[in-house]
Every structure is written in C-alpha cells, then in structure tokens.
C-alpha cells in the first residue's frame, strides 16, 4: 500500500485449541473407535493435551497450541471457502499411537485438504466459526481482489446468424 495506509501482514496466526472425541462402538464383534469434531475454540495460553471422559464412557482430547495459518498468497483461496454455501473450517488428523488419532493442521484452504486428503488423513470440517469468520474476512479483503465476472455476451437476436 501506499500513502498513510499500513501494510497489513503477509500471514496472520491464530492460535486455536481442537478438541476431538473418541466414543466406541460394536463393529462385527469388535470394539473400535469413532472419532468425531467436538470443538474448535480460541486458545487460552495453554499448550499441549488433555484428556476428559464423560459418563457414557466417551472421551475428549483438547489439543492445544495448534495454529490456523492464513497465508496471503493463498487468500484467494480463503476467499472461495467464505463466499461458498457453507464456509469452512478443516482439522487435518494423523495416527498417534498413544491417543489413537492427533490433529497435525488446522486449515480453510480446500486444496490443502484435497491433498491432505490423498494421503489417508483422517479429516474433518465444521462451519467457520463466527469469530473467526470475521477476522478470516478482514484477512481476505485486505490480501485479495477478485476479478471482474467474464460472462459470456448474448446476442441481440437481428446478431444472431442466419446461417440455418
């Protein structure tokens, strides 16, 4: 930018604390795991996991000190993922041997997930929070214009040809 405006950053960090459920069922005379998105939250400071159990016998882990990275060279990106039906928030998941499952990244970019998807992640997604959905906007307008809409120009009928 020029003049008196202030350049706003080439990335922007948002700590966040995931936390994921693990509940069990009955699947052919087994019991496995079925892990599912409780929360996405803002962390508080704190780092690293904890555990809690409910009374039906399910169990959360909260991971905390995972960080939403929005990139400025991906914001168009970020921008298709706010104006779309149901904006997004992605929680890109990795085996851990000693909890069962981690999360790795928390993304809005949908071709990350794409790719991430590729390689047996474990993956969820939830709606963008709204306080979060508001500073991804400021984030976007700030980094990304979108280009003007090139429709295809009709015809005025007396145009059209008569060629049939």
């Known amino acids: 930018m020029t003049g008196t405006g202030v350049t706003p950053p080439e990335q922007t960090d948002w700590p966040l604390t995931v936390v994921i459920r693990r509940t069990m069922r009955e699947s052919k005379g087994w019991r496995v795991p079925a892990w599912s998105l409780a ?8 780092s690293g996991m904890e555990a809690s159990r409910h009374e039906d016998g399910a169990r959360d ?3 905390h000190g995972l960080t939403l990275r929005l990139r400025r060279s991906d914001a168009e990106t970020y921008w298709f993922n706010l104006t779309s039906q149901q904006p997004s928030l992605f929680v890109i998941c990795r085996e851990d041997p000693q909890y069962g499952l981690m999360p790795a990244m928390v993304t809005l970019d949908q071709d990350e997930t794409a790719r991430q998807q590729e390689s047996e992640a474990e993956i969820f997604s939830t709606s963008l929070p709204e306080w979060l959905a508001v500073e991804v906007g400021r984030f976007v307008l700030a980094h990304y214009r979108p280009s003007p809409r090139k429709g295809k120009r009709r015809r005025k009928p007396q145009e059209q040809s008569h060629d049939q």
């Open 61 to 63: 882990f909260a991971w």
């Open 39 to 46: 929360a996405i939250e803002p962390a508080q400071g704190r």
